[in-house]
């Protein structure tokens, strides 16, 4: 395929991006009392500022290929909106109680599921799917599930082998006995069970807009004739919108105010979202490059959890502790990756006149 190095590196600089941003959107929210709204601000102000300010001011700049057209506008104004909301649901899933265990596994594991699936019926190539390439799909799903699922038990288990040896024991009381066991940032370690269903709707959501994502940036990159900054200005609005202004009415307009802005949790939340929109920036040069999102969006799915977990066993210091079943898991990821670049169905032919 024409320009196919570049397409990778593109799609690597994605989930090399897209990797990044729960870690540290994780310590935004940490910084903010665990606010994790007012982190979604910091993501939302740094998408205006890289998707929107510094690409509006390239284009006066220079002219760049393409142009602004009413259809181009709106499905990438689509594409930003369902990035936003795929954001938001991992946060809310999250803060209803569900742990990053499998939060993060499944919604990176069924959003390129979703991905396939939305751009064959659009791209009229759903009957060219072949089972190989649906076992691709399956292998980089399951993979990313066992990478992140054979992660935890091994951090889990440092931290409290590390809270064990740091603490003095305590005689149990009617007190202690009572409290629910917590996690380090404060929160159940269990989440309620009342609220499993609204967690379970969220991580939907999440891999709902997620795989719906690519998509529809790349039919608005295409109706604006291949422009790369003109529908990831589109995108940066919708986060604008989202992630900003949304938010900031239902901080101050919730009853209790729980959380406080502070100068680190918002730097950490602005990296989050530089993180973010470089990674948005990836996909749309992968499409310029070439790229389709039939393999581009499964490719960035499949290994933006393994960086992610990298990162997370890193900053743990856990490497000595990861189970021979992850790596057995990362293997099958990049199997199923390799499989869905190589049998990606291909557009149909446009006719000729």
């Given at each position: 395929?024409?320009?196919l190095?570049?397409?990778l590196l593109?799609?690597a600089m994605t989930?090399?991006?897209?990797g990044?941003?729960?870690?540290?959107?994780?310590?935004?929210s940490?910084?903010?009392?665990?606010?994790?709204?007012?982190?979604?601000?910091?993501?939302?102000?740094?998408?205006f500022?890289?998707?929107v300010?510094i690409?509006?001011?390239?284009?006066?700049?220079?002219?760049?290929?393409g142009?602004?057209?009413?259809g181009g506008?709106?499905?990438?104004?689509?594409?930003?909106a369902v990035?936003?909301l795929?954001?938001l649901?991992?946060?809310?899933?999250?803060g209803?109680g569900?742990e990053?265990v499998?939060?993060?596994p499944?919604v990176?594991?069924f959003?390129?599921?979703v991905?396939t699936?939305?751009?064959?019926?659009?791209?009229?190539?759903f009957?060219?799917?072949?089972?190989?390439?649906?076992?691709?799909?399956l292998?980089?799903?399951l993979?990313?599930v066992?990478?992140?699922?054979f992660?935890?038990p091994?951090?889990?288990?440092a931290?409290?082998?590390?809270?064990t040896?740091?603490?003095?024991?305590?005689?149990e009381?009617?007190?202690?006995q009572s409290?629910?066991p917590?996690?380090?940032?404060?929160?159940?370690?269990k989440?309620?069970p009342r609220d499993l269903?609204?967690?379970?709707?969220?991580?939907?959501?999440a891999?709902?807009?997620w795989g719906?994502y690519g998509p529809m940036?790349?039919?608005?990159?295409?109706?604006?004739?291949g422009s790369?900054?003109r529908?990831f200005?589109c995108?940066?609005?919708?986060?604008?919108l989202?992630?900003v202004?949304?938010?900031?009415v239902?901080?101050y307009?919730?009853a209790?105010?729980?959380g406080s802005?502070?100068?680190?949790?918002?730097?950490?939340?602005v990296?989050?979202g530089?993180?973010?929109?470089?990674?948005?920036l990836?996909?749309?040069?992968?499409?310029n490059a070439?790229?389709k999102p039939?393999y581009?969006?499964?490719?960035v799915?499949?290994?933006a959890?393994?960086v992610n977990t990298?990162i997370?066993l890193?900053?743990?210091?856990?490497?000595?502790?990861?189970?021979?079943?992850?790596w057995?898991?990362l293997?099958i990821?990049i199997?199923g990756a390799?499989t869905?670049?190589?049998?990606?169905?291909?557009?149909?032919?446009?006719p000729?006149?």
């Amino acid at each position: 395929m024409k320009g196919l190095p570049l397409v990778l590196l593109f799609t690597a600089m994605t989930f090399v991006a897209w990797g990044a941003y729960g870690p540290t959107l994780h310590h935004g929210s940490e910084g903010l009392q665990h606010d994790s709204l007012r982190a979604f601000v910091g993501v939302g102000l740094a998408y205006f500022l890289v998707a929107v300010i510094i690409p509006l001011g390239i284009l006066r700049m220079g002219a760049e290929p393409g142009r602004w057209t009413v259809g181009g506008g709106l499905f990438s104004l689509v594409a930003g909106a369902v990035g936003a909301l795929g954001a938001l649901g991992i946060i809310l899933a999250l803060g209803y109680g569900g742990e990053t265990v499998f939060v993060m596994p499944v919604v990176f594991g069924f959003a390129p599921v979703v991905n396939t699936l939305v751009s064959t019926l659009l791209g009229g190539t759903f009957k060219q799917i072949r089972p190989v390439f649906l076992m691709g799909i399956l292998a980089v799903a399951l993979g990313a599930v066992g990478v992140l699922t054979f992660r935890a038990p091994a951090a889990s288990a440092a931290a409290k082998q590390t809270t064990t040896d740091q603490e003095t024991p305590v005689p149990e009381t009617a007190d202690t006995q009572s409290d629910s066991p917590t996690s380090d940032d404060g929160s159940n370690e269990k989440s309620n069970p009342r609220d499993l269903p609204r967690i379970i709707m969220s991580i939907i959501m999440a891999a709902v807009c997620w795989g719906s994502y690519g998509p529809m940036l790349h039919l608005g990159q295409a109706k604006m004739s291949g422009s790369r900054l003109r529908p990831f200005i589109c995108v940066g609005i919708a986060y604008f919108l989202i992630a900003v202004i949304a938010p900031m009415v239902l901080i101050y307009g919730r009853a209790a105010d729980t959380g406080s802005w502070t100068m680190l949790g918002m730097s950490w939340s602005v990296l989050a979202g530089i993180a973010g929109a470089v990674g948005a920036l990836g996909v749309i040069l992968a499409f310029n490059a070439g790229g389709k999102p039939h393999y581009v969006m499964p490719l960035v799915f499949g290994f933006a959890p393994v960086v992610n977990t990298f990162i997370s066993l890193s900053e743990k210091g856990t490497w000595h502790l990861v189970q021979p079943l992850f790596w057995a898991c990362l293997a099958i990821v990049i199997a199923g990756a390799v499989t869905v670049l190589m049998t990606a169905p291909k557009p149909l032919p446009k006719p000729t006149h």
